[in-house]
């Protein structure tokens, strides 16, 4: 069909193209034979018809001369060829029909802005027409780009050179006929984007692509990015899913017959053995045709082992390792309205772990977790629902026991503790422990788990007087274990504060509770590291803040003894000024409370006449003249006045 009507153009040109000659020959023959007229006449009237046919064609056709001269064409092929130079220089050309007098154009000005399919300019010795001049051969479905210069929009055409020979055998005359295949290249273009896009999700999918039958037979697969090795990937055609999904097979039929039912995407996880290792697999069916299904698979082992992971971390508890408190509630919730006869719950607490915490840091009290939730696991079974509930509280769920067995692990609790505590411990690891075993008269396992829960605070409340009796020698002896007692400093400033209190007038009791402040006021001293403690040379800015808490921490230990409590916020104070710059709440003056302004004095005189790991100490002279210096300033003056009048004696 392209042939034929490629032919029928070169015939229509040749045609256009004698009858151009003739009459160009009739304007240089005044007498012309009568016979070639009444040709002319005869042929007038098909080449009216010949050239209404030429105009209105979408297809371009031009002739031109073996020099490469533009003898005749059609208004499409000008509108094919032209840029914008060109219409600028002829525009009345495109009003033409047949354009038998085109305008003196070289072709490397024609091809100034053509370039090839691969973009770049198209040089002389590529452009198909000089190629058929030179060579005499035809050339077809050539195709050429025209280059906008002002936008870089690209007109491409597809054209057919042929060449014409006269009697002789020499090259007459090229008929050339052009097509516009813009709207076909653009296509093509993006045909080819869509697949290069497409190929580069395939590359960085990790994703295995099989086609199926609906019997789950494997037709074709797509392996490229997988863990699949090439020489294997063939290995899958012809075979059946029915090999590789052993558990999930059912659910596999199942899901291809609903896709086919519904038309809609169905998604499998399924599970499979590789080299003996068990991996863990998404299908995601699509139908692909009528009667085909397009599977993409995905391992999601990793995936699988995230979701086993962050399982466990929900029902877990991350500093002991035990169930947390969630997941105890959910077993328990398992026994609601159900008969608690034989089933166990024990409540334990950690007793006095605040004051670990604020006294010997909070990794520390995290080791004190991981001893009684150690205990715990040693004691219960495997069984055994074993959980931390709280800060300091444990909780253990047990399916069938009964009281004797209970009271034969509290007692190996308590053993083991005493193993523990035998290590010469500052504080040592005591709880409180409550257990109970249901009989049937309780009317859910909630009713139970109160009954345990007050039966282990009966016993911390029965302790609780025994243990805080044993504060002050805790305290005494962390004192002793950090070096602050042992050079004097805490029996000099007993003495010296309880005689600046008699001074002044203070009562027995008060002088009394003088010197137990005296004793603790750097109890707060224990929270704070050896590195800042004993750091020979001043402190950075950064340790000085964490110096000044030491006031806040020794507030909070004693307010954990009922011996000391009324102490604790003289503790806070004593390190505040009379200006107010002090810490940590900026008091001033008389707010501050006077058993705090006392010590501040006595603190800095011992601390100025005895020897520093940063200096060393000043004589009583110089040490009170440093008093008077601050009177009013660090110090209350009444009280210094008093203090200096003491000393001085």
């Known amino acids: 069909m392209i042939k034929s009507f490629r032919n029928m153009l070169v015939n229509i040109c ?22 070639l007229t009444d040709t002319l006449d005869k042929l007038k009237d098909s080449e009216e018809i010949i050239k209404d046919l030429l105009v209105n064609l979408h297809v371009g056709v031009a002739v031109f001369s073996p020099k490469g001269e533009m003898l005749i064409s059609n208004r499409k092929f000008f509108e094919l060829i032209s840029d914008k130079k060109l219409l600028n220089k002829e525009t009345l050309l495109i009003e033409q029909s047949l354009i038998e007098y085109p305008p003196e154009l070289s072709l490397e000005e024609l091809i100034e802005n053509y370039i090839n399919e691969d973009g770049h300019r198209l040089t002389m010795q590529e452009f198909p027409l000089n190629i058929v001049i030179f060579n005499g051969k035809p050339s077809r479905e050539q195709i050429i780009g025209i280059k906008n210069p002002d936008n870089g929009n690209v007109r491409w055409i597809m054209g057919d050179y042929e060449p014409e020979v006269d009697e002789s055998g020499k ?38 692509f099989f086609l199926l039958d609906r019997n ?40 291809i017959e609903k896709l086919f039912q519904t038309g809609e995407i169905q998604t499998l996880e399924f599970s499979s053995y590789r080299s003996d290792k068990k991996e863990f697999l998404e299908a995601r069916l699509a139908l692909c045709g009528d009667d085909k299904v397009l599977a993409v698979v995905r391992d999601i082992s990793e995936r699988k082992i995230s979701e086993d992971n962050l399982y466990n971390m ?15 509630e959910l077993t328990l919730d398992e026994y609601s309205n159900k008969d608690t006869t034989g089933v166990g719950i024990v409540i334990s607490d950690i007793d006095d772990l605040k004051l670990v915490n604020d006294t010997l840091g909070h990794p520390v009290g995290d080791d004190y977790l991981k001893i009684v939730a150690n205990i715990l696991c040693e004691c219960f079974s495997q069984d055994d629902i074993v959980a931390r509930i709280g800060g300091d509280e444990f909780a253990v769920l047990i399916q069938h026991t009964t009281t004797e067995e209970l009271s034969v692990i509290a007692l190996k609790v308590a053993e083991l503790l005493g193993n523990i505590n035998s290590e010469e411990r500052i504080i040592p690891v ?16 909630s009713e139970l788990l109160k009954m345990a829960d007050n039966l282990m605070y009966r016993e911390k409340l029965h302790d609780r007087q025994r243990k805080k009796s044993n504060i002050i020698d805790i305290l005494t002896k962390m004192l002793g274990v950090r070096d602050f007692i042992l050079e004097g400093h805490g029996d000099r400033m007993q003495q010296l504060c309880g005689n600046l209190a008699e001074a002044i007038g203070m009562s027995r009791n008060e002088i009394e509770d003088m010197r137990l402040f005296a004793q603790f006021h750097d109890i707060g001293k224990v929270g704070i590291p050896d590195k800042i403690l004993f750091k020979l040379g001043r402190l950075t800015e950064e340790e000085k803040n964490e110096m000044q808490l030491h006031a806040e921490i020794g507030y909070r230990i004693s307010l954990s003894s009922t011996k000391l409590s009324h102490i604790s916020d003289w503790i806070l104070s004593h390190h505040e000024w009379w200006d107010g710059r002090g810490y940590p709440f900026q008091l001033m003056g008389e707010d501050i409370p006077l058993q705090s302004r006392i010590l501040s004095i006595v603190d800095a005189f011992d601390a100025m006449t005895n020897n520093r790991p940063y200096r060393n100490s000043l004589s009583k002279e110089e040490a009170l003249a440093e008093m008077i210096k601050f009177k009013g300033i660090q110090f209350d003056p009444k009280l210094v006045d008093k203090f200096v009048a003491l000393v001085s004696l």
């Open 14 to 35: 040749t045609f256009l193209f004698l009858g151009f000659n003739l009459r160009v020959d009739k304007k240089v023959k005044t007498k012309a034979e009568v016979l």
């Open 171 to 208: 090259l007459s005359k090229i008929i050339v006929t052009l097509v516009d295949v813009t709207d076909r290249k653009n296509s093509e273009k993006a045909l080819r984007e869509s697949e290069n896009r497409l190929g580069a999700f395939l590359k960085v999918m990790p994703d295995m």
């Open 216 to 255: 789950g037979t494997i037709i074709d697969n797509y392996l490229e990015n997988t863990a699949v090795p090439p020489h294997r990937q063939g290995d899958f055609l012809g075979r059946n899913i029915k090999e590789f999904v052993k558990e999930e097979i059912n659910s596999a039929f199942q899901a």
């Open 314 to 328: 929900s029902i877990h508890d991350a500093q002991t390792g035990l169930y947390n408190r969630n997941y105890f």
């Open 430 to 445: 005591c709880i409180s422990l409550g257990y109970v075993v249901g009989n049937g008269q309780q009317k859910d396992i």
